[in-house]
Protein backbone atom coordinates (compact mmCIF):
# COMPACT_ATOMS: atom_id res chain seq x y z
CA UNK A 1 0.00 0.00 0.00
CA UNK A 2 1.46 3.59 -0.69
CA UNK A 3 0.85 6.35 1.65
CA UNK A 4 0.31 9.42 0.17
CA UNK A 5 1.54 11.32 3.32
CA UNK A 6 5.15 9.83 2.90
CA UNK A 7 5.42 10.31 -0.70
CA UNK A 8 3.99 13.86 -0.11
CA UNK A 9 6.44 14.37 2.29
CA UNK A 10 9.77 13.35 0.43
CA UNK A 11 8.39 15.45 -3.16
CA UNK A 12 8.21 18.37 -0.89
CA UNK A 13 11.67 17.89 0.17
CA UNK A 14 12.40 17.47 -3.50
CA UNK A 15 10.49 20.38 -4.85
CA UNK A 16 12.50 22.37 -2.12
CA UNK A 17 16.19 21.27 -3.06
CA UNK A 18 15.26 21.74 -6.94
CA UNK A 19 14.04 25.72 -6.24
CA UNK A 20 17.40 26.17 -3.84
CA UNK A 21 19.18 24.90 -6.90
CA UNK A 22 20.85 28.29 -8.42
CA UNK A 23 22.15 25.57 -11.58
CA UNK A 24 18.99 24.33 -12.48
CA UNK A 25 17.36 27.70 -12.13
CA UNK A 26 20.22 28.73 -14.51
CA UNK A 27 19.05 25.22 -16.67
CA UNK A 28 15.72 26.19 -16.46
CA UNK A 29 16.20 29.85 -17.60
CA UNK A 30 18.17 28.59 -20.39
CA UNK A 31 15.48 26.04 -21.64
CA UNK A 32 12.95 29.15 -21.16
CA UNK A 33 15.12 31.35 -23.67
CA UNK A 34 15.42 28.99 -26.10
CA UNK A 35 11.90 28.06 -26.82
CA UNK A 36 10.74 31.68 -26.00
CA UNK A 37 13.51 32.97 -28.65
CA UNK A 38 11.85 30.04 -30.87
CA UNK A 39 8.35 31.65 -30.50
CA UNK A 40 9.43 35.16 -30.76
CA UNK A 41 10.94 34.35 -34.33
CA UNK A 42 7.08 32.87 -34.93
CA UNK A 43 5.51 36.29 -34.30
CA UNK A 44 2.99 37.17 -36.38
CA UNK A 45 4.08 34.58 -38.55
CA UNK A 46 1.07 33.44 -41.15
CA UNK A 47 2.08 29.71 -40.16
CA UNK A 48 -0.18 30.24 -36.99
CA UNK A 49 0.18 27.18 -34.23
CA UNK A 50 0.54 24.57 -36.68
CA UNK A 51 3.88 26.66 -37.73
CA UNK A 52 5.10 27.44 -34.63
CA UNK A 53 4.75 23.78 -33.37
CA UNK A 54 6.96 22.31 -36.26
CA UNK A 55 9.22 24.78 -35.23
CA UNK A 56 9.10 23.84 -31.81
CA UNK A 57 9.07 19.67 -32.26
CA UNK A 58 12.56 19.37 -32.50
CA UNK A 59 14.07 21.23 -30.24
CA UNK A 60 11.60 19.92 -27.40
CA UNK A 61 12.43 16.51 -28.81
CA UNK A 62 15.99 17.00 -27.98
CA UNK A 63 15.93 19.75 -25.05
CA UNK A 64 13.20 17.71 -22.48
CA UNK A 65 15.61 14.88 -22.14
CA UNK A 66 18.55 17.14 -21.38
CA UNK A 67 16.51 19.09 -18.82
CA UNK A 68 15.41 15.81 -17.24
CA UNK A 69 19.06 15.03 -17.48
CA UNK A 70 19.53 18.35 -15.26
CA UNK A 71 16.93 17.64 -12.93
CA UNK A 72 16.99 14.09 -11.91
CA UNK A 73 20.36 12.52 -12.77
CA UNK A 74 21.71 13.49 -8.76
CA UNK A 75 18.31 12.72 -7.25
CA UNK A 76 19.02 9.50 -5.75
CA UNK A 77 22.39 8.85 -6.08
CA UNK A 78 23.06 11.88 -4.34
CA UNK A 79 21.27 10.91 -1.08
CA UNK A 80 22.86 7.33 -1.06
CA UNK A 81 26.31 9.62 -1.81
CA UNK A 82 25.60 10.84 1.29
CA UNK A 83 25.04 8.75 3.54
CA UNK A 84 21.05 9.92 3.85
CA UNK A 85 19.54 6.81 2.54
CA UNK A 86 20.38 4.63 4.94
CA UNK A 87 19.51 7.06 7.23
CA UNK A 88 15.81 7.12 5.31
CA UNK A 89 15.67 3.46 5.60
CA UNK A 90 15.51 3.15 9.09
CA UNK A 91 12.11 5.17 8.27
CA UNK A 92 8.83 3.27 7.46
CA UNK A 93 8.55 4.55 4.33
CA UNK A 94 8.93 2.25 1.39
CA UNK A 95 11.34 1.68 -1.87
CA UNK A 96 7.91 2.83 -3.91
CA UNK A 97 7.16 5.35 -1.66
CA UNK A 98 10.57 6.94 -1.93
CA UNK A 99 11.21 6.85 -5.60
CA UNK A 100 7.36 8.21 -6.17
CA UNK A 101 8.18 11.20 -3.65
CA UNK A 102 11.15 12.11 -5.88
CA UNK A 103 9.78 11.57 -9.30
CA UNK A 104 6.75 13.50 -8.14
CA UNK A 105 9.25 16.22 -6.65
CA UNK A 106 11.07 16.41 -9.54
CA UNK A 107 9.15 15.63 -12.44
CA UNK A 108 5.91 18.00 -11.50
CA UNK A 109 7.87 20.60 -11.69
CA UNK A 110 9.76 19.79 -14.63
CA UNK A 111 5.91 19.66 -16.27
CA UNK A 112 4.96 22.92 -14.66
CA UNK A 113 8.21 24.79 -16.15
CA UNK A 114 7.87 22.90 -19.58
CA UNK A 115 4.15 23.89 -20.16
CA UNK A 116 4.51 27.23 -18.79
CA UNK A 117 7.20 27.92 -20.97
CA UNK A 118 5.70 26.64 -24.14
CA UNK A 119 2.24 28.07 -23.24
CA UNK A 120 4.30 31.13 -23.04
CA UNK A 121 5.81 30.85 -26.38
CA UNK A 122 2.69 30.29 -28.23
CA UNK A 123 1.24 33.42 -26.36
CA UNK A 124 4.29 35.08 -27.59
CA UNK A 125 4.11 33.90 -31.21
CA UNK A 126 0.24 34.56 -31.11
CA UNK A 127 1.30 38.52 -30.46
CA UNK A 128 0.87 40.16 -33.57
CA UNK A 129 -0.69 37.88 -35.94
CA UNK A 130 -3.03 39.05 -38.10
CA UNK A 131 -6.87 38.84 -37.85
CA UNK A 132 -7.53 37.43 -41.01
CA UNK A 133 -4.24 34.92 -41.51
CA UNK A 134 -3.54 34.07 -44.71
CA UNK A 135 -3.00 30.54 -42.89
CA UNK A 136 -6.69 29.64 -43.19
CA UNK A 137 -6.48 29.35 -47.12
CA UNK A 138 -3.99 26.69 -45.97
CA UNK A 139 -5.02 25.02 -43.06
CA UNK A 140 -8.39 24.06 -41.89
CA UNK A 141 -10.11 25.44 -38.78
CA UNK A 142 -7.86 23.01 -36.71
CA UNK A 143 -5.40 25.58 -35.62
CA UNK A 144 -6.53 26.66 -32.95
CA UNK A 145 -4.70 27.40 -29.41
CA UNK A 146 -6.23 24.76 -28.30
CA UNK A 147 -4.66 21.95 -30.24
CA UNK A 148 -1.43 23.59 -29.91
CA UNK A 149 -2.20 22.94 -26.19
CA UNK A 150 -2.22 19.56 -27.14
CA UNK A 151 1.42 19.92 -28.47
CA UNK A 152 2.08 21.28 -24.88
CA UNK A 153 0.96 18.65 -22.93
CA UNK A 154 2.39 16.42 -24.92
CA UNK A 155 5.70 17.91 -24.47
CA UNK A 156 5.00 17.95 -20.68
CA UNK A 157 4.48 14.16 -20.69
CA UNK A 158 7.30 13.55 -22.53
CA UNK A 159 8.99 15.18 -19.93
CA UNK A 160 7.82 13.60 -17.15
CA UNK A 161 8.30 9.72 -18.51
CA UNK A 162 12.19 11.10 -19.45
CA UNK A 163 12.36 12.12 -15.91
CA UNK A 164 11.44 8.71 -14.96
CA UNK A 165 14.12 7.18 -17.11
CA UNK A 166 16.58 9.33 -15.48
CA UNK A 167 15.63 8.39 -12.25
CA UNK A 168 16.09 4.85 -13.15
CA UNK A 169 19.42 5.53 -14.05
CA UNK A 170 20.45 7.77 -10.59
CA UNK A 171 19.15 4.32 -8.95
CA UNK A 172 20.70 2.07 -10.74
CA UNK A 173 23.99 3.60 -10.19
CA UNK A 174 26.55 3.12 -7.35
CA UNK A 175 29.02 5.96 -7.84
CA UNK A 176 28.68 9.70 -8.57
CA UNK A 177 30.52 8.69 -12.26
CA UNK A 178 28.11 6.00 -12.93
CA UNK A 179 24.94 8.46 -12.29
CA UNK A 180 26.92 10.78 -14.53
CA UNK A 181 27.44 8.60 -17.21
CA UNK A 182 23.65 6.66 -16.88
CA UNK A 183 21.98 9.84 -16.79
CA UNK A 184 23.85 11.17 -20.33
CA UNK A 185 22.81 7.51 -21.74
CA UNK A 186 19.62 8.07 -21.02
CA UNK A 187 19.59 10.86 -22.67
CA UNK A 188 21.44 9.86 -25.60
CA UNK A 189 19.86 6.54 -26.02
CA UNK A 190 15.90 8.42 -25.31
CA UNK A 191 16.79 11.43 -28.19
CA UNK A 192 18.72 9.84 -30.66
CA UNK A 193 19.51 6.00 -30.67
CA UNK A 194 15.87 4.99 -30.34
CA UNK A 195 15.42 6.74 -33.55
CA UNK A 196 18.23 5.55 -35.32
CA UNK A 197 17.32 2.12 -34.25
CA UNK A 198 13.72 2.43 -35.98
CA UNK A 199 15.97 4.35 -38.67
CA UNK A 200 17.90 0.94 -38.93
CA UNK A 201 14.76 -1.61 -38.99
CA UNK A 202 12.99 0.25 -41.75
CA UNK A 203 16.30 0.34 -43.73
CA UNK A 204 15.62 -3.78 -43.39
CA UNK A 205 12.56 -3.56 -45.25
CA UNK A 206 10.71 -5.89 -42.52
CA UNK A 207 8.94 -2.76 -41.14
CA UNK A 208 6.80 -2.24 -43.71
CA UNK A 209 3.38 -0.80 -42.33
CA UNK A 210 4.32 -1.38 -39.05
CA UNK A 211 6.37 2.05 -38.31
CA UNK A 212 3.38 3.79 -37.46
CA UNK A 213 3.38 1.22 -34.68
CA UNK A 214 7.27 0.91 -33.87
CA UNK A 215 7.47 4.75 -33.27
CA UNK A 216 5.50 4.58 -30.12
CA UNK A 217 7.93 2.07 -28.90
CA UNK A 218 10.45 4.30 -28.51
CA UNK A 219 9.81 7.88 -25.93
CA UNK A 220 10.71 10.53 -28.44
CA UNK A 221 9.40 8.80 -31.66
CA UNK A 222 6.20 8.87 -29.06
CA UNK A 223 6.21 12.17 -28.38
CA UNK A 224 6.89 12.88 -31.83
CA UNK A 225 4.15 10.75 -32.94
CA UNK A 226 1.08 12.22 -31.03
CA UNK A 227 2.48 15.59 -31.88
CA UNK A 228 2.09 14.88 -35.43
CA UNK A 229 -1.42 12.69 -35.19
CA UNK A 230 -2.93 14.78 -32.83
CA UNK A 231 -1.62 17.96 -32.88
CA UNK A 232 -0.65 18.88 -36.29
CA UNK A 233 -2.62 16.44 -38.47
CA UNK A 234 -6.12 17.38 -37.11
CA UNK A 235 -4.71 21.14 -38.41
CA UNK A 236 -3.62 20.61 -41.90
CA UNK A 237 -6.40 21.07 -44.69
CA UNK A 238 -4.89 18.08 -46.57
CA UNK A 239 -4.25 15.34 -44.49
CA UNK A 240 -0.96 13.95 -46.10
CA UNK A 241 -2.92 10.18 -46.12
CA UNK A 242 0.67 8.42 -44.37
CA UNK A 243 0.82 7.76 -40.88
CA UNK A 244 3.09 9.44 -38.82
CA UNK A 245 2.44 7.35 -35.71
CA UNK A 246 -0.46 5.37 -34.14
CA UNK A 247 -1.65 7.36 -31.49
CA UNK A 248 -2.92 4.77 -29.21
CA UNK A 249 0.23 2.89 -29.34
CA UNK A 250 2.36 6.32 -28.69
CA UNK A 251 0.11 6.94 -25.61
CA UNK A 252 0.53 3.24 -24.24
CA UNK A 253 4.16 3.55 -25.40
CA UNK A 254 4.89 7.18 -23.29
CA UNK A 255 2.61 5.85 -20.08
CA UNK A 256 4.46 2.19 -20.13
CA UNK A 257 7.98 3.81 -20.39
CA UNK A 258 7.17 5.63 -17.23
CA UNK A 259 6.19 3.06 -15.17
CA UNK A 260 8.74 0.82 -16.73
CA UNK A 261 11.29 3.17 -15.37
CA UNK A 262 9.85 3.98 -11.90
CA UNK A 263 9.65 0.04 -11.56
CA UNK A 264 13.30 -0.33 -11.78
CA UNK A 265 14.09 2.64 -9.94
CA UNK A 266 12.19 1.16 -7.16
CA UNK A 267 13.55 -2.12 -7.79
CA UNK A 268 17.20 -1.10 -7.94
CA UNK A 269 17.12 2.01 -4.87
CA UNK A 270 17.78 -0.61 -2.55
CA UNK A 271 17.33 -4.46 -1.55
CA UNK A 272 14.89 -5.44 0.77
CA UNK A 273 15.59 -6.87 4.18
CA UNK A 274 13.14 -9.35 6.04
CA UNK A 275 12.25 -7.58 9.02
CA UNK B 1 18.66 -8.40 33.39
CA UNK B 2 15.82 -7.16 30.85
CA UNK B 3 15.07 -8.76 27.64
CA UNK B 4 17.37 -8.18 24.37
CA UNK B 5 16.39 -6.03 22.14
CA UNK B 6 19.25 -6.74 19.21
CA UNK B 7 20.29 -10.02 18.90
CA UNK B 8 22.51 -12.13 16.39
CA UNK B 9 22.24 -16.13 16.78
CA UNK B 10 24.18 -18.17 14.66
CA UNK B 11 24.90 -14.96 11.99
CA UNK B 12 27.12 -15.61 9.30
CA UNK B 13 27.85 -13.11 6.93
CA UNK B 14 30.29 -12.09 4.39
CA UNK B 15 31.73 -10.84 1.43
CA UNK B 16 32.88 -13.77 -1.22
CA UNK B 17 35.77 -14.69 0.25
CA UNK B 18 35.90 -12.26 2.95
CA UNK B 19 34.04 -13.58 6.03
CA UNK B 20 32.39 -10.57 8.60
CA UNK B 21 30.57 -12.68 10.92
CA UNK B 22 31.38 -16.45 11.37
CA UNK B 23 28.63 -18.09 12.95
CA UNK B 24 28.15 -15.23 15.84
CA UNK B 25 26.03 -14.92 18.55
CA UNK B 26 25.04 -11.28 20.57
CA UNK B 27 22.36 -10.45 22.33
CA UNK B 28 22.01 -6.58 23.61
CA UNK B 29 20.23 -5.03 26.28
CA UNK B 30 18.11 -1.66 26.51
CA UNK B 31 19.25 0.70 28.52
CA UNK B 32 22.64 0.03 27.70
CA UNK B 33 25.99 2.31 26.12
CA UNK B 34 27.36 -0.30 23.49
CA UNK B 35 30.51 0.21 21.84
CA UNK B 36 31.90 -2.07 18.90
CA UNK B 37 35.39 -2.17 18.51
CA UNK B 38 37.45 -4.19 16.50
CA UNK B 39 40.61 -3.47 13.56
CA UNK B 40 40.10 -1.37 10.12
CA UNK B 41 38.44 -4.57 7.93
CA UNK B 42 36.93 -6.45 10.86
CA UNK B 43 33.46 -5.93 9.97
CA UNK B 44 32.30 -3.45 12.22
CA UNK B 45 30.04 -1.09 9.59
CA UNK B 46 29.01 -4.24 8.09
CA UNK B 47 27.66 -5.62 11.80
CA UNK B 48 25.97 -2.11 12.29
CA UNK B 49 24.44 -2.30 9.16
CA UNK B 50 22.71 -5.96 9.47
CA UNK B 51 21.71 -5.09 13.35
CA UNK B 52 20.32 -2.20 11.73
CA UNK B 53 18.11 -4.04 9.16
CA UNK B 54 20.61 -2.47 5.91
CA UNK B 55 21.53 -5.65 4.93
CA UNK B 56 20.37 -9.48 5.01
CA UNK B 57 22.26 -11.85 7.32
CA UNK B 58 23.80 -14.64 4.79
CA UNK B 59 22.41 -17.54 7.65
CA UNK B 60 21.11 -17.42 11.04
CA UNK B 61 18.46 -14.87 12.58
CA UNK B 62 19.05 -11.48 13.57
CA UNK B 63 16.12 -10.26 16.00
CA UNK B 64 14.91 -6.49 16.54
CA UNK B 65 12.48 -4.59 18.68
CA UNK B 66 8.69 -6.07 17.84
CA UNK B 67 7.96 -2.33 18.28
CA UNK B 68 5.95 -0.63 15.63
CA UNK B 69 6.79 2.54 14.09
CA UNK B 70 10.43 3.07 13.88
CA UNK B 71 12.38 0.91 15.95
CA UNK B 72 16.18 1.19 14.71
CA UNK B 73 17.78 4.52 14.16
CA UNK B 74 20.60 4.65 11.73
CA UNK B 75 23.77 7.39 11.75
CA UNK B 76 26.35 6.39 8.88
CA UNK B 77 30.05 7.58 9.06
CA UNK B 78 29.93 10.68 8.46
CA UNK B 79 26.79 11.68 7.02
CA UNK B 80 26.35 15.05 4.82
CA UNK B 81 22.55 16.12 4.91
CA UNK B 82 20.79 17.95 1.92
CA UNK B 83 22.67 21.31 0.82
CA UNK B 84 20.44 24.24 1.29
CA UNK B 85 18.09 23.31 3.88
CA UNK B 86 18.22 24.30 7.56
CA UNK B 87 18.99 22.23 10.70
CA UNK B 88 15.30 22.45 11.55
CA UNK B 89 14.27 21.62 8.07
CA UNK B 90 16.33 18.98 8.29
CA UNK B 91 14.71 17.55 11.51
CA UNK B 92 10.92 18.62 10.09
CA UNK B 93 11.75 16.67 6.88
CA UNK B 94 12.83 13.22 8.80
CA UNK B 95 9.81 14.34 11.25
CA UNK B 96 7.60 14.00 8.73
CA UNK B 97 8.33 10.22 8.35
CA UNK B 98 7.01 9.28 11.38
CA UNK B 99 3.69 8.74 12.84
CA UNK B 100 4.08 11.34 16.02
CA UNK B 101 4.27 14.54 16.25
CA UNK B 102 7.99 16.09 16.23
CA UNK B 103 9.09 19.14 18.22
CA UNK B 104 12.36 19.58 15.88
CA UNK B 105 13.29 22.61 18.05
CA UNK B 106 13.53 20.25 21.49
CA UNK B 107 15.06 17.57 19.77
CA UNK B 108 18.12 19.94 18.16
CA UNK B 109 18.20 21.64 21.91
CA UNK B 110 18.26 18.01 23.27
CA UNK B 111 21.71 17.28 21.57
CA UNK B 112 22.77 21.26 21.73
CA UNK B 113 22.45 22.64 18.37
CA UNK B 114 19.17 24.95 20.17
CA UNK B 115 21.04 27.97 18.51
CA UNK B 116 21.53 26.21 15.28
CA UNK B 117 18.20 25.78 13.72
CA UNK B 118 18.29 28.23 11.38
CA UNK B 119 21.83 27.67 9.91
CA UNK B 120 21.97 25.90 6.79
CA UNK B 121 23.35 22.22 6.64
CA UNK B 122 26.29 23.50 4.45
CA UNK B 123 27.35 25.85 7.10
CA UNK B 124 27.67 23.53 9.79
CA UNK B 125 30.93 22.13 11.18
CA UNK B 126 32.24 18.05 10.97
CA UNK B 127 30.95 17.92 14.34
CA UNK B 128 27.59 20.12 14.23
CA UNK B 129 26.54 17.88 11.44
CA UNK B 130 27.58 14.83 13.15
CA UNK B 131 24.69 16.29 16.65
CA UNK B 132 22.44 16.48 13.01
CA UNK B 133 22.70 13.36 13.05
CA UNK B 134 22.05 12.63 16.60
CA UNK B 135 19.37 14.44 16.79
CA UNK B 136 17.61 13.04 13.38
CA UNK B 137 18.20 9.34 15.39
CA UNK B 138 16.03 10.36 18.03
CA UNK B 139 12.90 11.20 15.98
CA UNK B 140 10.34 8.05 16.17
CA UNK B 141 11.43 7.64 19.73
CA UNK B 142 13.33 4.29 17.99
CA UNK B 143 14.66 2.05 21.29
CA UNK B 144 17.99 1.13 19.42
CA UNK B 145 20.08 3.88 18.28
CA UNK B 146 23.08 2.73 15.81
CA UNK B 147 25.78 4.95 15.59
CA UNK B 148 29.17 4.44 13.18
CA UNK B 149 31.90 6.14 14.34
CA UNK B 150 29.73 9.77 15.11
CA UNK B 151 33.53 11.15 16.54
CA UNK B 152 35.84 10.42 13.35
CA UNK B 153 37.62 13.43 12.56
CA UNK B 154 36.61 15.32 15.44
CA UNK B 155 38.14 17.17 18.09
CA UNK B 156 38.39 15.95 21.76
CA UNK B 157 35.54 18.49 23.18
CA UNK B 158 33.10 17.85 20.24
CA UNK B 159 33.78 14.12 20.47
CA UNK B 160 33.45 13.66 23.98
CA UNK B 161 30.09 16.19 23.71
CA UNK B 162 28.93 12.91 21.50
CA UNK B 163 29.77 10.26 23.71
CA UNK B 164 27.84 12.12 25.85
CA UNK B 165 24.95 12.64 23.88
CA UNK B 166 25.14 8.96 23.12
CA UNK B 167 24.88 7.88 26.78
CA UNK B 168 22.25 9.95 27.73
CA UNK B 169 19.92 8.64 25.18
CA UNK B 170 21.36 5.26 26.74
CA UNK B 171 20.02 6.52 29.84
CA UNK B 172 16.83 7.12 28.66
CA UNK B 173 16.55 3.45 27.88
CA UNK B 174 17.46 2.85 24.49
CA UNK B 175 19.94 0.71 23.18
CA UNK B 176 22.53 2.67 21.75
CA UNK B 177 25.56 0.84 19.80
CA UNK B 178 28.12 2.54 18.17
CA UNK B 179 32.05 1.61 16.53
CA UNK B 180 34.84 3.81 17.67
CA UNK B 181 38.24 4.09 17.55
CA UNK B 182 38.22 6.17 20.40
CA UNK B 183 39.00 3.85 23.16
CA UNK B 184 39.66 5.84 25.59
CA UNK B 185 36.36 7.58 25.45
CA UNK B 186 34.80 4.22 24.72
CA UNK B 187 36.70 3.33 28.22
CA UNK B 188 34.81 6.26 29.50
CA UNK B 189 31.58 6.18 28.26
CA UNK B 190 29.86 2.97 27.71
CA UNK B 191 28.52 0.39 29.22
CA UNK B 192 29.73 -2.66 27.76
CA UNK B 193 32.76 -3.54 25.02
CA UNK B 194 32.28 -6.13 21.55
CA UNK B 195 35.32 -6.76 20.02
CA UNK B 196 34.65 -8.10 16.75
CA UNK B 197 37.68 -9.54 14.95
CA UNK B 198 37.91 -12.55 12.24
CA UNK B 199 33.73 -12.96 12.31
CA UNK B 200 33.66 -13.52 15.99
CA UNK B 201 32.93 -11.46 18.88
CA UNK B 202 36.01 -12.09 20.82
CA UNK B 203 35.41 -10.16 23.84
CA UNK B 204 32.52 -8.98 25.53
CA UNK B 205 32.54 -7.13 28.45
CA UNK B 206 32.14 -3.54 30.76
CA UNK B 207 35.54 -2.03 29.64
CA UNK B 208 37.06 -1.71 33.31
CA UNK B 209 36.16 -5.43 33.71
CA UNK B 210 38.27 -6.51 30.21
CA UNK B 211 40.76 -4.57 31.79
CA UNK B 212 40.83 -6.20 34.63
CA UNK B 213 40.98 -9.62 33.29
CA UNK B 214 43.72 -9.10 31.06
CA UNK B 215 45.59 -7.68 33.35
CA UNK B 216 46.73 -4.81 31.61
CA UNK B 217 46.31 -0.58 32.40
CA UNK B 218 43.86 0.23 29.37
CA UNK B 219 41.49 -0.56 27.15
CA UNK B 220 43.72 0.15 24.35
CA UNK B 221 46.37 -2.44 25.35
CA UNK B 222 43.45 -4.82 25.67
CA UNK B 223 42.39 -4.47 22.29
CA UNK B 224 46.33 -4.75 20.92
CA UNK B 225 46.94 -7.87 22.89
CA UNK B 226 43.71 -9.33 21.54
CA UNK B 227 44.07 -8.64 17.99
CA UNK B 228 47.86 -9.56 18.17
CA UNK B 229 48.43 -6.77 15.03
CA UNK B 230 45.32 -8.68 12.71
CA UNK B 231 45.02 -5.26 11.25
CA UNK B 232 48.44 -4.65 9.97
CA UNK B 233 48.80 -7.96 8.17
CA UNK B 234 47.58 -6.15 5.16
CA UNK B 235 49.99 -3.69 5.52
CA UNK B 236 53.78 -3.36 4.88
CA UNK B 237 54.58 -1.51 8.27
CA UNK B 238 58.46 -1.73 7.47
CA UNK B 239 58.19 -0.07 4.02
CA UNK B 240 60.00 3.10 3.55
CA UNK B 241 58.19 6.29 3.74
CA UNK B 242 59.50 8.97 1.18
CA UNK B 243 60.69 10.88 4.85
CA UNK B 244 62.55 7.79 5.78
CA UNK B 245 64.65 7.17 2.38
CA UNK B 246 66.34 10.80 2.93
Known amino acids: MIRPRLVAAVASREVRTLLRNRALLAVAAAFAAVVLGLGGASMGSPGGYVSLTYDLLLPVELLVPVLAFAIAYQSIRG ?11 TYSVSRLEYVLGVFVGRAVPAFVLVVAVLG ?7 LGAPPTSSFLATHSAGDTPLIYGRFVLFAGWYVLATVAFVLAASALARTDREALAAGVGVVVIVAFLADLALVALLTTGFVGDLIGVLVGLAPASAFRGLVLELAIRPAIAADPGVATGHPLVSALGLAGW ?11 VWRPVER | ?10 ASFGFGDVTILDDANVALEDGTFVALVGPNGAGKTTALELFAGLRSLDTGTV ?13 PQ ?11 EVVTFYGSLVETEVDADAILSRVGLGGATDRRVDELSGGMTRLLGLAQALIGDPPVVVLDEPTSGLDPDIADHIFEAAASMAADGRLVLTTSHDLEAVSRYVDRVLLIANGEFVL ?18 VFSSTVAGSGRD ?7 TEGDSA
Not at chain 1, 120 to 126: C, D, I, L, Q, S
Not at chain 2, 204 to 221: K, M, S
Open chain 1, 79 to 89: DDERGTLSILR
Open chain 2, 63 to 75: TRPATTGRTVAYL
Open chain 2, 78 to 88: SPRFRPGFTVR
Open chain 1, 120 to 126: AAGVVAG
Open chain 2, 1 to 10: MSEPVLEFAA
Open chain 1, 258 to 268: TVAALATAAVA
Open chain 2, 234 to 240: AVDIDAQ
Open chain 2, 204 to 221: DGPPAALVEQAGAERLRD
